[in-house]
């Protein structure tokens, strides 16, 4: 249910109101708008009617339904653009917001290389994967803690945030000490008691689409972290499974047509998972800021030939320069910076 307080409602009000939600067992999420604040309450599907009997406490406007199955995911909770702030990177606003870098951190000459070459060419945040969920046991699994050190220290060398993705609850913590995006990667993305960790914490997380998700379900998943209280979520399309072969997975463009009508959360694109070939990047990371992403996830490494994974996916660093040059063109167009 969305519980929308009056414009003049006071913060007193606003207060019993949130207590009441609490008492009647349900959890409130307070949504701040510019003209008046809106609580979702969310918790037990079947009992939720009893809510309606806060239409009758000072301060309430009105007390409405929300009909989508992801309540706090949707923009029947909040109407406006949610803004994801990490360091001074604003993700989800006006500017195209770049992260890139290497699917694995593999050593600390080619982390540290990469973030300085990266952030020379405009990218905002820095990639690099310390646990690695990989579809083979024998296939390098990731440098682990000693990996979060170097992604840090590439991070303040080069004055970037910095993302890893997380593959276990228990590691949520110390994570958490090394870096300033959480991922969770496609095949994590319906992990309930992974989502609801992450939740618990307050780091942004970027959330992959699983690859055979619906966006219904993806949704779904998202609703996972924002109903343990972290709002800070970031969808990124990374292709799904098709019957499709010449690329490794089918890129969803449509899904940020479909995010945009459905959620205020930012969305962005991964090119490089979804095609598999670091030729077909450029065109779809055009295409995807065209359609409207929020910004773009892109693979990196000083020599792909060589890289530990996702090589034939990810670019080098004259390619990726040129890419982000061209990317400018496209952000101007459809009125980003
Ligand atoms: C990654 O970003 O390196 C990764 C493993 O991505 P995905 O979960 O989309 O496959
Ligand atoms: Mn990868």
Not at 29 to 52: M, P, S
Request: charged share 25%; hydrophobic share 40%.
């Amino acid at each position: 249910m969305v519980i929308v307080m009056k414009p003049e409602a006071t913060e007193q009000q606003l207060k019993e109101v949130i207590s009441k939600i609490e008492e009647l067992g349900y959890k409130p999420h307070v949504i701040y708008g510019a003209t008046r604040n809106v609580i979702g309450a969310v918790g037990d599907e079947r009992g939720k009617f009893i809510l309606q009997s806060l239409e009758i406490m000072d301060g309430v406007e009105a007390v409405i339904p929300i009909l989508k199955p992801y309540k706090l995911a949707s923009k029947e909770v909040k109407k406006e653009k949610s803004i994801i702030k990490v360091g001074n990177v604003s993700i989800g606003g006006k500017e195209l917001i770049i992260i890139a870098g290497p699917c694995a951190v593999e050593n600390e000459e080619q982390i540290i290389n990469t973030a300085k070459a990266v952030k020379s060419m405009g990218a905002h945040i820095l990639r690099g994967g310390a646990y690695k969920p990989r579809t083979s046991p024998y296939s390098f699994q990731g440098l682990g803690e000693e990996g979060l050190k170097l992604l840090k220290k590439a991070g303040e060398l080069s004055n970037m945030p910095v993302v890893t993705e997380i593959v276990n609850p228990e590691h949520v913590d110390l994570v958490c000490e090394y870096v300033d995006i959480l991922q969770i990667g496609t095949r994590n993305c319906q992990n309930f008691e992974l989502l609801k960790r992450v939740g618990q914490s307050r780091k942004p997380v970027i959330l992959k689409r699983g690859m055979a998700m619906t966006i219904k379900e993806w949704l779904m998943s998202a609703e996972y972290i924002l109903s343990e209280g972290n709002m800070n979520v970031i969808l990124c399309e990374r292709g799904i499974r098709t019957f499709e072969t010449a690329t490794r997975n089918t890129l969803d463009l449509s899904a940020i047509a479909v995010l945009k009508e459905e959620t205020h959360l930012p969305v962005i694109v991964d090119p490089s998972h979804a095609t598999g070939y670091a030729k077909y990047v450029p065109s779809m990371a055009y295409a995807a800021v065209a359609a409207g992403a929020d910004g773009l996830m892109i693979e990196v490494h000083p020599q792909p030939e060589k890289a530990f994974s996702d090589g034939p996916q990810s670019m080098n660093f004259n390619s990726f320069s040129k890419m982000i040059e061209k990317l400018r063109q496209f952000a101007s167009i459809t009125e980003r910076t």
